[in-house]
């Protein structure tokens, strides 16, 4: 028998490869959903044409990447080779001088407007409204967008006739479920028109084999005998009969009917008919087994065994008149309430745990639908009308939905009117474009989609605020999106098509399309490649699309949505009822602009606002199997929901691409299983603490973080209406702040309610938290309501499923941790454990009787870890032999301050070491109380100078005023921040401090906050400079062109659209003559800026998202919205990639510590959890997990990291360009500016003339060296004048290191009373201060108190006229500089302390 050619993959649209020599594919659209499957059994071979041409199907932004680079960085040399065999958690060998760099073809395509037949003019976009066309069977808007494409003639002739085969496939479906003449002869026509007509197209066997079975239907011989010698004259004769045939797209038959037709092509003689029938069979039979199986399984579903009574849990007492959000949570965890008490899920077999699980993620909206359904039918049966006669939101919902979707149907058939009708408006364009989109979903879901995700985006916003259109519809956009996915993706999994396609073997981790590639990805070629060329193809929808999609849904919405009011007419006292419309649309004034935006009704305000509306948690819950491993970028964690492993903001693409392009490359593997580690780690809820919680919460009492159900204020009193209009004001800002705690008080307890009811849900299983990563490579866990990294009360419920009895050491620590969540953790361990020991009977009081004994647990730090600790050693106290008792407690071990530890070593800070103890020492030392000492001693010194501002503060600094500012300093809290934290404790301290001392508080905690940074300088003098070179080598990489941009800078030059002027004339910006050279480099570096790229010692790339996005107006039915459309070419945003460099690279060595930690504890056995730097394992594991802590860390810091660093930017951005400013006022300045007077060339030109240069100098042939030398220009003069050193002005950093003081103090005095932003980092989210001009407004230092003296009584009015008349006074002359092209070249790196980190192996305290 002639066996079969591999065929070509067809892959799922993010998930295929294409290596050099392979055809070129693109993704196959999946079949119809509503029209027969496609005929091809498996993926068909097109050609065996070889082509290079990139896809069309993006926007092509600016091209990054680096070339090939020499090893010499001798740390690497000297670095063994690692094995295959080599454990998971050992650091796997990179070299810094290759690293891997992206290149993306992507390309980018002139747009076009939308054609009268309502085709849009964007390639990806056209390619989206075919894909969904084929979903839902609009074959002939499928073929109108083909039509459209060929036209424009931009898709390479593989891709195009792919898309061809997916509509034809299609056809010829259609054609054989219902067999007409006419439908056939469109077939013919199609491939007539759209792909004979003249241009070439390597047609291949799917092709020919498809239009063979359309043949082969017609019901006239002589017709059909012409076709089929038609469409065989395409393939080489003596191959023809096979390439068809290894399609598997014709029976055996219709072969043999071909190869009479033409009997000069010859059936392969070694073609067995009885096995060939014989595999169609087994397929056919295949496929009827599965769809009987999944038939059966949907008809016999039974529930899980039950009790039949109900649980004696009591229930959680639901805050009163909320809104839905509360319903939708028990709706949602409902499944569990018939489960006995006691049962559970984990002791089913794997496949119902699955099965299990996969019906909680899909519960979502089937569960909204069936709750409305049944309330709504309940209300009836008692004889009310849902709309009047209930106060809640929820029993209005299923009217919403009913409404919304008649009108949802109305859409639809207007959607097919539009497209019908050959003269077409605005509102038919539209309906064009977003027509397919929502005809993929059914009007019911679509309906309960768009009510869900609208309330969940106003409840979160706040109601009464309202929420913008633009920020509204991409809510609902975003989530029929997803919604749609699933429908595709389950129907895909449950009802399988005709097509039976055999994939073929790929690395499922490769999501992007690699070109020049002669390795697949994964492979060992594929890891030793340093510069991958991609192709991003992307299946999310556009934004345009999207902006469309949403504003359809929300004008439905709008239209239909209605709530019934009764009110008393003020007149006649009688009751009106009157039918208003919940949500109204109208425009705001923000910031200046008018803004469209979406109003609640004030009645729904009232429902929403009691309480925030969860979206779509069934998606996001606690899994009760464990997670899947992961094995792409978005597959892994939850079954059936497609969860990303990147946490991304906003569509970066960047992040995306380079994290893809790793994992393809095996990069990823250790994050992988190191996340993987974290989410098989079983959790149980820890049922006494839930007993103890749910009686508080039913009491309605506040008790330790549990917010009171009525909190009760003392309001002030009304002011009399002849006093004072301030004193009415005041009053009125008092009132204002009771309402707000009230509402925050409000909030908290809601949220509660949803973390209570998902823990009484699971209080009797075995649960799991999958994981993923930020882009700094931070895990964390995906469920957002209840997980092991929320507050102190979710942490007290936390348990490890798995046992494991104390022991010694078990026992031992177990009592530590009951002092360290206590709040006694600076002490020694052995005072802990003695802690311990004297409050046993306290400890016994706090189990036995919680809320009515001395309650001394309440007095802890962090309460109800307390008292989960209290139940724990208590028991093993009960105990004969308290070392055997089996304990699921978690253990923690918290770094001190750990960013500053990671500081420490780098730096070789050995007095810096000592206070974060990673030196060794006999008690832990505590860093805030050092920097707090340094702060006292440098006031008392002021203090003997007479200065006042020492007087105010005397004696009252202490540890809790530093802390704050201590912790974020090292995570780039700006001066600002600092300031306002210091202000926050100081005020809270000490409230008259500014009536006694006479000095406004605000400029006293200026006074400390100075102290505390030079404090901070002082103890950590290494790591202070590292974050200096940090900031200064990020600086120049945003102020970079690469080669590629340099070259695309040229290309765009040389061209007839440049800049607009001729050879002889200078340079200039088409539009602004006028502009300075300064502004022009500027403008340069907007379109061609770098953003910060660098590799962890996990081999993760990070790459700094902060981008400065563009916009484009979107016509929707509503209104024109202006919409964020994020590219990978927008220009970086400057100053938070500087300031955000320092602390995300420290962020990346933690997580890279904890990676690397939970892969050796796994090895080892150990259960492990962690909350960034505190690692949790159980007590009788905790020396065990210790070791591997310090381990970690030593083997991180063992390595050259910062050499590594450097090395790694000299090989990324080598051949690059920077832009540096020297000063003007220089010998070397005047120099350059005498040269520049005499060329007149510009700074378009100048930067020409330099690359030129640069290539000229490194060329190997000698003469091109000497052209290079000979020429001058700005670069060469300053080469001239700083041979022995930099001369070049370096970053203004002073808000972005380590105890730096900048004399912006002005600006916060004259921001003291207006000032709204946060000024601090949260540890957990991106490290970047949003304070507007932070960097480099004053580059002046305050080394004294001076500057503060001089602004205790300046006004803000004042202070902005000094400062106006000063600038006059000079002319208005601020700039001291000039810039300059240079090569791309980085500091020295700071020299390091004598601290050695292998040290800590012997700290006890490192960790603790």
């Known amino acids: 028998m002639l066996p079969r050619t591999a065929s070509a993959t067809r ?52 091209p990054r990447a680096t070339v090939g680079f020499e090893r010499h960085l001798a740390t690497v040399l000297d670095e063994p080779t690692q094995t295959a065999t080599a454990p998971l958690y050992e650091l796997r060998s990179f070299s810094p001088q290759a690293p891997l760099t992206v290149r993306d073809h992507t390309k980018v395509y002139a747009k076009q407007r939308v054609n009268y ?22 074959l002939e808007r499928a073929a109108q967008v083909l039509k459209r494409l060929a036209n424009l003639d931009v898709m390479p002739p593989a891709d195009y006739l792919d898309l061809f085969n997916q509509y034809l496939d299609a056809k010829v479906s259609q054609l054989l479920q219902e067999p007409d003449v006419d439908k056939a002869d469109d077939i013919h026509k199609a491939f007539e028109t759209m792909v004979s007509d003249g241009r070439e197209f390597p047609v291949g066997g799917e092709t020919v084999a498809l239009l063979l079975k359309a043949s082969l239907t017609s019901t006239d011989a002589e017709t059909m005998q012409r076709y089929v010698t038609r469409y065989l004259s395409l393939l080489p004769t003596q191959t023809a009969l096979e390439t068809v045939f290894n399609t598997e797209i014709l029976t055996y038959e219709e072969l043999t009917k071909v190869a009479e037709l033409c009997p000069k092509y010859n059936m392969p003689d070694n073609v067995d008919p009885e096995t060939f029938a014989q595999q169609q069979q087994q397929q056919q039979e295949q496929q009827q087994q599965q769809e009987t199986a999944v038939d059966q399984s949907e008809a016999t579903a039974e529930p899980l065994v039950t009790s039949g009574k109900p649980s004696a849990v009591p229930q959680v007492l639901g805050t009163p008149q909320k809104g839905f959000g509360l319903q939708f949570v028990k709706r949602t965890v409902s499944m569990f309430k018939d489960i006995p008490d006691g049962f559970d899920i984990s002791t089913l077999p794997i496949s119902q745990q699955r099965e299990i699980q996969s019906k909680l993620e899909r519960d979502c909206v089937d569960a909204s639908l069936a709750r409305w359904r049944e309330e709504n039918e309940s209300l009836q049966k008692m004889g009310l009308n849902t709309s009047l006669d209930t106060p809640s939101l929820n029993s209005r919902l299923y009217q919403w939905q009913k409404d919304l979707e008649s009108r949802l149907r109305e859409m639809l058939v207007e959607v097919e009117k539009s497209e019908m009708v050959s003269k077409k408006n605005k509102d038919d364009l539209d309906r064009c474009i977003y027509g397919p989109f929502i005809r993929q979903s059914n009007p019911e879901r679509l309906a309960a989609v768009t009510i869900i995700s609208t309330l969940s985006s106003l409840a979160m916003g706040g109601a009464h605020k309202g929420s913008t259109i633009a920020s509204l519809i991409t809510h ?107 949500f109204s649309h109208v425009m705001q004034l923000r910031k200046g602009k008018k803004v469209g935006t979406i109003i609640p009704n004030k009645a729904v305000v009232e429902l929403l606002v ?72 079983g959790w149980k809820i820890n049922s006494p603490v839930f007993k103890v919680m749910l009686d508080v919460w039913n ?62 849900a699971y209080r009797d299983q075995t649960f799991y938290f999958p994981h993923n990563v930020d882009f700094r490579g931070r895990a964390y866990p995906i469920p957002p309501y209840l997980n092991h990294m929320g507050a102190d009360h979710v942490r007290g419920l936390m348990l490890f499923a798995k046992g494991k009895p104390l022991g010694e050491s078990g026992l031992r620590w177990l009592k530590v941790h009951l002092a360290n969540v206590y709040g006694f953790d600076k002490a020694s361990l052995q005072e802990r454990q003695d802690f311990a020991d004297e409050n046993i009977e306290n400890i016994r009081d706090s189990v036995k009787n919680p809320l009515n004994g001395s309650q001394w647990w309440l007095q802890a730090e962090d309460p109800w870890q307390c008292l989960a600790t209290c139940f724990e050693l208590a028991a093993a106290l009960e105990l004969e032999d308290p070392t055997k008792y089996v304990s699921h407690l978690p253990i923690h071990q918290d770094g001190t301050c750990n960013g500053l530890q990671h500081y420490a070593a780098l730096g070789g800070d050995t007095w810096g070491a000592q206070q974060v103890n990673l030196v060794p020492g006999d008690r832990p030392a505590d860093v805030y109380s050092a920097v707090a000492k340094l702060v006292i001693k440098g006031i008392e010194d002021d203090l003997a100078k007479g200065n006042e501002f020492a007087k105010a503060m005397d004696g009252k600094i202490t540890r809790k005023v530093v802390k704050q500012t201590v912790m974020t300093n090292v995570y780039g809290v700006t001066f600002v921040g600092a300031k306002k934290q210091v202000l926050k404790q100081i005020e809270a301290a000490y409230p008259n401090i500014g009536a006694e001392s006479g000095i406004e508080p605000a400029l006293i905690a200026s006074y400390v906050t100075q102290h505390i940074f030079r404090a901070m300088s002082t103890m ?18 945003c102020r970079a062109l690469t080669p590629e941009q340099l070259d695309e800078f040229e290309r765009s030059e040389r061209s007839p659209y440049g800049d607009g002027t001729t050879s002889g004339e200078n340079m200039t910006l088409a539009g602004n003559p006028k502009k300075s050279s300064a502004h022009k480099n500027d403008e340069i570096l ?148 005498r040269w520049r007077v005499k060329n007149k060339l510009g700074p378009r030109k100048e930067l020409l003339l330099e690359k030129e240069r640069q290539e000229l100098l490194r060329s190997s042939n000698p003469e091109d060296v000497e052209r290079g030398k000979k ?43 207006g000032m709204d932003e946060e000024g601090e980092v949260d540890g957990n989210e991106e490290a970047v201060e949003h304070e507007d001009g932070m960097l480099g407004d004053e580059p002046r230092e305050m080394d004294d108190n001076s500057g503060l003296d001089a602004l205790r009584n300046t006004n803000h009015f004042a202070l902005s006229q000094s400062r106006a008349k000063a600038s006059i006074a000079a002319g208005g002359k601020q700039k001291h500089h000039i810039d300059i092209w240079l090569p791309l070249t980085f500091p020295p790196i700071p020299e390091k302390g004598d601290f050695d980190v292998r040290s800590l192996k012997d700290s006890t305290y490192f960790f603790s």
């Open 11 to 62: 892959t799922p649209h993010l998930n295929r490869l294409v290596s050099a020599g392979s055809r070129r594919v693109l993704p196959r659209c999946p079949p119809s959903l509503g029209v027969r499957g496609s005929l091809a059994a498996t993926p068909r071979l097109l050609s065996t044409i070889t082509t290079q041409q990139p896809s069309p199907l993006k926007r092509q932004p600016a």
């Open 117 to 138: 037949h309502g085709i849009p003019g964007d390639v990806n976009e056209m390619y989206l409204v075919f894909e969904a066309c084929l979903q839902v069977g609009r």
């Open 476 to 582: 609902i956009a975003k989530f029929a999106e997803e919604d749609i996915r699933v429908q595709k993706a389950e129907a895909l999994i449950n009802k399988h098509n005709l097509r039976k396609t055999k994939s073929k073997q790929h690395n499922p981790r490769s999501v992007l399309r690699f070109k020049n590639s002669t390795a697949s990805a994964g492979s060992s070629d594929m890891a030793d490649s340093n510069t991958l060329d991609v192709v991003m193809e992307d299946e999310a929808w556009t934004t345009t699309i999207r902006t469309k999609v949403g504003a359809a849904l929300l004008s439905a919405l709008l239209d239909t949505a209605k709530i019934t009011l009764v009110r008393e007419d003020p007149s006649t006292k009688t009751l009106v009822t009157q039918n208003q419309p919940a």
């Open 610 to 681: 009691r309480e925030p509306v969860p979206d779509f948690l069934a998606r996001h819950l606690p899994m009760v199997t464990p997670p899947d491993p992961w094995v792409s970028f978005e597959r892994g964690a939850y079954l059936e929901t497609k969860t990303p492993v990147l946490r991304l903001k906003n569509g970066e693409r960047e992040q995306k691409l380079y994290t893809e392009a790793a994992i393809a490359r095996g990069d990823m593997d250790q994050v992988f299983k190191g996340l993987d580690v974290l989410g098989k780690t």
């Open 699 to 760: 009491s309605g009492k506040q008790i330790a973080n549990i917010p009171p159900l009525n909190p009760i204020f003392d309001l002030p009193p009304e002011p009399a209406s002849t006093e004072d209009p301030t004193v009415k004001r005041a009053w009125l800002k008092e009132l204002k702040v009771i309402e707000n705690e009230r509402s925050g008080l409000h909030s908290q307890r809601c949220f509660m309610n949803f973390q209570l009811e998902i823990a009484r």
């Open 1020 to 1037: 950590f003098k290494g790591a202070h400079d590292i974050q200096n070179w940090l900031g200064e080598i990020g600086g120049r990489v």
């Open 1086 to 1233: 907007n379109n061609f800026q770098s953003t910060i790229i660098w590799t962890t010692p996990l081999r993760m790339p990070v790459v700094q998202p902060y981008r400065k996005h563009g916009t484009k107006t979107v016509s929707t039915c509503m209104q024109d919205l202006v919409m964020t459309i994020p590219e990978r070419s927008d220009p970086v945003n400057r100053r938070k990639q500087l300031q955000a460099f320092p602390p995300n690279f420290i962020h990346s060595l933690d997580a890279s510590h904890m990676i690397l930690s939970a892969l050796h504890c796994d090895e080892l056995g150990l259960n492990f959890a962690a909350v960034h730097d505190s690692f949790w394992t159980h007590a009788s594991d905790v020396d065990s997990m210790n070791a591997v802590i310090r381990d970690a860390f030593i083997r991180i810091h063992s390595e050259d990291v910062i050499g590594r660093l450097a090395a790694e930017f000299q090989a990324r951005y080598k051949n690059s360009l920077y832009l540096a400013k020297i000063e003007s006022g220089t010998k070397m300045a005047q120099e350059i500016q």
């Open 1271 to 1313: 020429i001058i220009s700005p670069a060469s003069l300053y080469e001239q004048y700083s041979s022995a050193q930099d001369l070049t002005i370096p970053e203004d950093l002073k808000e972005v290191t380590i105890g730096n003081v900048t004399g912006v103090e002005e600006k916060k005095v004259r921001r003291e009373r």
